[in-house]
């Protein structure tokens, strides 16, 4: 059985109550792995024999990423909106509509090489789990189709056939609501493991919401929400009704909102890409993790409102723009990911845990806030492999 040690690590994050402060760190530490797993954790000078011996050289080692919140099956760009939008233009979701067109008209393989280039871009900048939605087919097919090529990437695959309105149903947003329930959710279901709807004004409505939301839960899906991004609105109650795993921007909240979040076991999933691409105000986290909700970062990549997908980038955006600090930032962009996708084998270094590990090319995690737009990460381990 080949077995592989990471050795002479400076820093380890661990995010285990065994080490020190809410990161759990560890010092000169060294992690076994075998096979896919983790098998030992500790300190270098107690490290076990292995067949292979991996030096750190004293750089920081974390977790690997887990972006929760990815939009990553499409065709096309919108960077004229962008443009547009950093002229002065308001964001709306309006240009959802254009990538469900080029989308469409993409055959498979366009799809698939275009979804490949982001997960291996993302993986390149240390994210080892990563969850990808549909949203831009918007018919049965289009939709099923969306999730059959997500699914050749991840195992966290979403139904989003509720991302807005098609043109085509403009006219009556129930008979699509009908839609996506029926046979959108059948055909969809042997990809997805997730259901998701954007509950916002000129997508959703609450009631619409619920409905969707029921039918995904009624056929075993875990849910996700999309809410209180663009306004106030029902999007987080309704997630934290529901049972969600995670509502996602929580960008605009009353009280009532954050209190119902810290009662619950619904994850807020903050993603600051979307406010600097929208040149929108950024949530704030510091009001959210003094009420004890649990936060998770992620990119929301996609083509409108948050085209990255480096969750340094987003590390470094939450310390600046959201009164994080950097251990905080790091917690939720692994272990609140992890939450957020309700799996405990991923965001943590502990024995069991899967071996998706990043070296650093620097000495702490402090690093990638402090060090914004570098590229940092020296290596990349998923399942035990050096990617
Ligand atoms: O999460 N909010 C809805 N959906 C995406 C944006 C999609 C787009 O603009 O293409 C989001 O920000
Ligand atoms: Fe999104």
Redesign the pocket.
Known sequence: MSTLLIDNIGELVTNDSNGEGPLGLRRKAAVLVERERIAWVGPSFHAPAADRRFDAGGAAVLPGFVDSHA?LVFAGD?AEEFAARMAGEPYT?G??RT?VGATRSASDDELRQATERLVLEARQQGTTTIEIKS?YGLTVEDEARSLRIAREFTEETTLLGA?VVPAEHADNPWRYVSMVCGPMLAAAKPYAKWMDV?C?RG?FDEDQARTILTAGRDAGLGLRV?GN?LGPGPGVQLAVELGAASV??CTHLDDSDVDALAGSDTVATL?PG?EFSTRSTYPDARRLLDAGVTVALAT?C?????YTSSMPFCIALAVREMRMTPAEAVRAATLGGAGALRRSDVGVVSVGARADLIVLDAPSHLHLAYRPGVPLIRTVLRNGVPQ
């Open positions: 939009h919108r979701g240009g959802i990538t949203g991302h954007f916002e997508a999309h991004q996602d921007h993603l979307a929301d996609n083509p409108g409102s948050s």
